[in-house]
């Protein structure tokens, strides 16, 4: 399941069980626990990276090559940061 299939579905106002039977559908799968596992995994990965990618927007927006303030810089800083630890969150 990709970011877009969860965003869609969403935007569609599908039910988790309508999304489940979707997802296991698309895989030519049985409805098991390891499907299941793989669909959350999915989801949580793509929630994850949609979070960071909040995070890198922010960034893009406010920083500056010149003329940064001292605020703009730290939260710029701060936010790249954030970036990455949501990121690493995957890799735990």
């Keep these: 399941m990709t970011r877009d299939d969860i965003?869609?579905?969403?935007?569609?106002?599908?039910?988790?069980?309508?999304?489940?039977?979707?997802?296991v559908s698309a895989n030519n799968t049985d409805f098991t626990s390891e499907s299941?596992?793989?669909m959350v995994k999915d989801f949580i990965?793509?929630?994850r990276?949609?979070?960071a990618k909040v995070c890198d927007e922010w960034?893009?927006?406010h920083a500056k090559t010149d003329d940064?303030?001292?605020a703009d810089c730290?939260?710029?800083a701060a936010a790249t940061d954030c970036a990455k630890a949501i990121r690493a969150m995957g890799n735990i």
């Excluded at 965003?7 to 997802?23: D, L, T």
Aim: glycine letters at 2%.
């Design 49 to 51: 990276e949609a979070c």
């Design 45 to 47: 990965a793509a929630e």
């Design 7 to 23: 965003i869609r579905m969403a935007r569609e106002g599908k039910s988790v069980v309508e999304q489940v039977h979707a997802y």
């Design 36 to 38: 299941m596992a793989a």
């Design 74 to 76: 730290d939260f710029v």
């Design 59 to 61: 960034v893009k927006d």
């Design 68 to 70: 940064c303030t001292y």
